[in-house]
């Protein structure tokens, strides 16, 4: 069955504290397409990145950053240097039948809450 | 482009009601879909369409039917509101060709049903 597990239900930080938010995932598929989604306070789902299963380079972008490891069914999402502004729930989703546009299989949610 | 829209905002039902959330994109996406977003759930697909005409079921379709008579639209209708459908619905849509796409959601409807 596929599955995508967010172990963590809520963590605090103070600002410029670095944090890592697991995700693991189960699938049978060998092309698979892993994200990240924010949803602020406000409701709205922000998309943050898409990762394919034939890459695994660690991406950057800002002050975020990934770290996909097939070899342990895991992408990490690590925020470096944390604002306020960062929080949110955010969501690592995984998709359906090889597909990056088709359906989503959602992880529960990790709560971010980062203090001044 | 106004992207995905979704129409009411909020919505207060009571038990029993029909009501018709709706979903409207202009970005000629092929695929459209619905999920439901539960405290400590996550979101959990309840249908989803490929193209004008076709609709399938996703992991939670019971108390919910959609139909895709344009590509442009996406209604999901709940013929008999009750409780255990409060809850905050996205609809989504991507394209199926362009191979470097991703999904964009609509902004949700928060249904509350007494």
Redesign the interface.
Same mark, same amino acid.
Do not use: D, M, P, W
């Given at each position: 069955a596929q599955k995508?597990t967010q172990a963590q239900?809520e963590i605090s930080v103070v600002e410029k504290e670095d944090v890592t938010l697991d995700c693991v995932y189960e699938t049978r598929d060998t092309t698979y397409y892993l994200?990240w989604?924010k949803q602020p306070p406000s $409701?709205?789902?922000v998309?943050l990145i /898409?990762r394919n299963s034939f890459d695994e380079q660690n991406e950057i972008s800002g002050r975020y950053s990934w770290n996909f490891q097939k070899s342990t069914s895991s992408f990490n999402f690590t925020i470096t240097a944390s604002q306020v502004v960062d929080s949110a729930v955010y969501?690592c989703?995984l998709s359906e039948g090889g /597909?990056?546009? $088709?359906?989503?299989?959602? $992880?529960? $949610?990790t709560k971010l809450s980062v203090k001044p | 482009n106004a992207g995905v829209t979704q129409t009411p905002k909020f919505q207060v039902l009571k038990t029993g009601q029909s009501m018709t959330l709706q979903c409207a994109q202009d970005m000629n996406h092929e695929y459209m879909s619905w999920y439901r977003q539960d405290p400590g759930m996550g979101l959990r697909l309840i249908h989803y369409s490929v193209g004008a005409g076709i609709t399938d079921q996703g992991e939670v379709p019971n108390g919910y039917n959609v139909s895709r008579s344009t590509t442009e639209d996406f209604p999901l209708r709940l013929l008999s509101a009750a409780p255990s459908q409060t809850s905050v619905y996205f609809c989504a849509s991507s394209s199926l060709l362009d191979g470097t796409d991703t999904q964009y959601f609509g902004p949700g409807t928060r249904l509350t049903v007494l």
């Open positions: 995508v239900t994200f989604y $409701g709205e789902l998309f /898409r969501f989703a /597909r990056s546009q $088709g359906n989503l299989i959602f $992880g529960k $949610g | -």
